[in-house]
């Protein structure tokens, strides 16, 4: 059973930083794209950045303007997601999720595979 568990969201101050991490299993790491997502109330759903080990392939959403890192442990089937010098418009629950693809071209339009998502509010 494919499943994925985000963790490392909480409360922070503008320009403050975050990690987040999603842990991966009951797959072939290798064989999947791992994405972030975020959607903040009113919002639509935003495809954040998206890796995959085997492609080597990265993204990032253009809005980041670089403030976001995305990078992944594969001996622990772990992404994560360095989030730095916060905005209070980063406030939102952030997604992880999983596709079954070569690569992550994409990625933003479908994902196969969840997590349940963890609340990020970055005060002023």
């Known amino acids: 059973e494919v499943q994925l568990v985000e963790s490392g969201g909480g409360l922070v101050q503008a320009g403050g930083s975050l990690r987040l991490s999603c842990a991966a299993s009951g797959f072939v790491f290798d064989d999947y794209a791992i994405g972030w997502f975020r959607q903040a109330p009113g919002k639509e759903r935003e495809g954040i950045s998206c890796?995959?080990?085997?492609?080597?392939?990265?993204y990032y959403a253009d809005s980041l303007k670089g403030r976001f890192t995305i990078s992944s442990d594969n001996a622990k089937s772990t992404v994560y997601l360095q989030m730095n010098r916060l905005k209070t418009e980063d406030t939102a629950v952030y997604y992880c999720?999983?596709?079954?693809?070569?690569?992550?071209?994409?990625?933003?339009?479908?994902?196969?595979?969840w997590g349940k998502g963890t609340l990020v509010t970055v005060s002023s």
């Open positions: 890796i995959h080990s085997r492609d080597g392939g990265i």
């Open positions: 999720a999983a596709d079954r693809r070569s690569n992550c071209h994409g990625y933003q339009y479908g994902m196969d595979y």
